[in-house]
């Protein structure tokens, strides 16, 4: 009989103490102003109702159920969910400054501590993206311009690939090793021989960290950073991977000092001292070392995988689709033929190619549901009412692949950005790199690079797969923050 008291009271206690959790739960995160959405467990929120696995798909199916704009838990914290160009739009840029904040990324936030661009808000953020974007758009330092330096690397990465002999070959680390190097020019007016083994620690740190960034463990360190924090596991070594580069650009920034000229400046670090030179004297400036190292590991993150990858994208699609291949050899040799170097000014009579690398991107969806954002104050969107602070996520691939703009979006066809003569079409739903003030800061120098390293290396190689272009998987290994590319090896045959 006792045992039987206990078996009828146990569940009813559960009961109580969940409806309990659950009401005091509403009443701190003010449910009634939220959007609607599915009702969450307690600790830990909507998870069982997503495949982590591909969540830009789970949250795209809720948003059949529950609208354009909802509220998800991850954890104990709501995130409002945003799906579609129209809600999107309306957030990013009709009410911009509204959901210009940060919204929480505990794996980063805690090693970076509001410093730099990317995970900075208020007066940090304005003034580090002010003035990263000045120093990127007004590149005059030096003799060189951004777009020089930029062909000068894509010249020595087909001085690279030309030594692989037309074997095959893994592109992870030389692709990495361009756009790297690109930014090592950037930050401190000097390329590194790919083979060098200062280059190679840094490219290790970039790398290995892009590849984790995604991880269960660190997933879930996101979730709850106030219980993981302490606990041993891959969120240390992530951890000490972002110090080491920081550190990489530390020790440049000391070389720097010895020999600075504020009136010729070389690079992007010259520019920072000489901007702290200036500001010395002001005690609330955000111009201080810290800063300048985690704007520079943050140009070293969002610089070079990310280009990488799209890269490596790029010629598997190519090579799942050879048809396209011969077109845009076509075109290179036509309008920029064989011995000279591509350049920006080409991009305008390159519509097709222009084109391809458009469906590229939005194919991969690189970066599926944007970096989070969060509401700078209580904010009416929609008949709704977001508090301060709440976490939102605009999905980037719900617009990437609205299949009124881009008919038939799951498939892979460069005829999405061109007209009914076959000029390259522009469109509003091209958002790679997000919208409105917290877009990619690099996102020109983005463009650039992959503009310059695709057509170059084009120009001089045919792809070669190792499979049956039908045999071709491009499907992305993960489905997290990023969509990573699957691994594969190639032929590159010169022409």
């Keep these: 009989m006792e045992l039987l008291g206990i078996s009828t009271t146990l569940p009813l206690v559960i009961c109580v103490t969940c409806l309990v959790f659950l009401f005091v739960w509403r009443k701190s995160y003010g449910w009634g102003k939220l959007p609607p959405g599915p009702t969450p467990l307690p600790i830990i929120g909507n998870l069982m109702q997503l495949n982590l696995k591909n969540l830009p798909a789970s949250l795209s199916k809720m948003a059949k159920e529950y609208g354009p704009v909802y509220t998800l838990y991850f954890g104990s914290k709501p995130t409002v969910v945003l799906h579609g160009y129209e809600v999107v739009k309306e957030a990013l840029i009709d009410q911009g400054d509204e959901f210009l904040g940060r919204g929480r990324f505990p794996i980063i936030e805690d ?83 790919y083979k060098n083994e200062t280059f190679l620690s840094l490219m290790y740190l970039l790398t290995e960290n892009f590849k984790q960034i995604s991880s269960p463990w660190n997933q879930i360190y996101n979730l709850w950073p106030t219980l993981i924090r302490h606990l041993p596991g891959e969120h240390k070594a992530f951890s000490n991977r972002l110090d080491g580069v920081k550190n990489f650009i530390l020790e440049k920034v000391k070389a720097h000092q010895e020999s600075l000229d504020p009136n010729n400046p070389r690079d992007y670090i010259d520019c920072f001292l000489s901007k702290m030179e200036q500001e010395k004297h002001k005690p609330e400036s955000e111009f201080n070392l810290e800063n300048l190292a985690v704007c ?200």
């Design 111 to 193: 090693n970076q501590k509001g410093h730099g661009i990317l995970f900075s808000n208020g007066e940090t953020w304005k003034q580090m993206r002010r003035f990263s974007l000045m120093t990127l758009r007004n590149f005059g330092m030096g003799k060189r311009s951004i777009e020089e330096r930029v062909q000068e690397e894509a010249r020595c990465l087909v001085e690279e690939l030309r030594k692989m002999e037309a074997q095959p070959f893994d592109p992870v680390f030389v692709f990495a090793c361009a756009p790297c190097n690109v930014i090592c020019s950037i930050l401190f007016n000097e390329r590194f021989h």
């Design 296 to 495: 520079g590991s943050n140009l070293f993150t969002a610089g070079t995988e990310t280009t990488s990858s799209t890269l490596r994208w790029g010629l598997l699609l190519l090579m799942k689709h050879p048809e396209v291949e011969a077109k845009v050899h076509e075109e290179i040799d036509r309008v920029i033929g064989r011995n000279q170097s591509p350049c920006m000014k080409d991009k305008m009579r390159l519509p097709y190619t222009e084109a391809v690398l458009h469906e590229i991107q939005r194919y991969i969806t690189l970066l599926p549901s944007d970096l989070p954002h969060a509401v700078t104050r209580d904010t009416k969107f929609r008949n709704c009412v977001i508090p301060k602070g709440t976490t939102v996520l605009p999905l980037l691939s719900s617009v990437l692949f609205d299949c009124k703009e881009f008919p038939n979006p799951e498939k892979f066809d460069p005829g999405h950005f061109l007209d009914k003569n076959g000029s390259f079409r522009k469109t509003e739903y091209f958002v790679p790199f997000s919208l409105g003030k917290r877009a990619c800061a690099g996102e020109g120098l983005a463009r650039m690079e992959l503009f310059l390293f695709f057509t170059t290396i084009l120009q001089n190689f045919c792809l070669k797969p190792l499979v049956e272009p039908k045999e071709i998987d491009t499907t992305p290994v993960v489905t997290g923050l990023l969509n990573i590319p699957p691994p594969y090896k190639l032929c590159l045959i010169p022409r």
